[in-house]
């Protein structure tokens, strides 16, 4: 939240607040094109948080994983992962449901609306 106008408290008490989403690891200016975001740099595993996190980013074991992780997709998933939350109160796929299946299954294996069910 930012707070360079009011408070958190004032916010709060408002009921508006100034929400800025930030840090998807790849910001990069478009114009020119260049590969200076660190998702572009840097394919190596990152402390994701799963539930919104893209399924090559929870596994170690996929072909050409490091070009995958180097694409801008993962943070268009995560920015989708992050609004469908915004928008339904939960996350995609309930992985604490599932806690004893890999996170990367679920995602590729099962549909979102099952693995929210514990189905």
């Given at each position: 939240?930012?707070?360079?106008?009011?408070?958190?408290?004032?916010?709060?008490?408002?009921?508006?607040?100034?929400?800025?989403?930030?840090?998807?690891?790849?910001?990069?200016?478009?114009?020119?094109p260049?590969?200076?975001?660190?998702?572009?740099?840097?394919?190596?595993?990152?402390?994701?948080t799963?539930?919104?996190?893209?399924?090559?980013?929870?596994?170690?074991?996929?072909?050409?994983?490091?070009?995958?992780?180097?694409?801008?997709?993962?943070?268009?998933?995560?920015?989708?992962?992050?609004?469908?939350?915004?928008?339904?109160?939960?996350?995609?796929?309930?992985?604490?449901?599932?806690?004893?299946?890999?996170?990367?299954?679920?995602?590729?294996?099962?549909?979102?609306?099952?693995?929210?069910h514990?189905?």
């Amino acid at each position: 939240m930012r707070t360079n106008h009011l408070s958190v408290a004032e916010q709060a008490d408002e009921g508006t607040f100034d929400l800025c989403l930030i840090d998807f690891g790849s910001s990069v200016s478009l114009d020119p094109p260049t590969a200076s975001g660190y998702t572009a740099r840097c394919a190596m595993m990152r402390c994701a948080t799963a539930d919104y996190a893209p399924p090559e980013m929870l596994t170690v074991d996929l072909p050409d994983l490091t070009e995958l992780r180097k694409s801008a997709k993962i943070d268009v998933y995560a920015a989708a992962s992050v609004i469908f939350g915004l928008a339904g109160g939960s996350a995609p796929y309930d992985l604490g449901a599932h806690a004893d299946a890999s996170p990367y299954r679920i995602k590729t294996d099962g549909d979102a609306a099952a693995a929210r069910h514990g189905a």
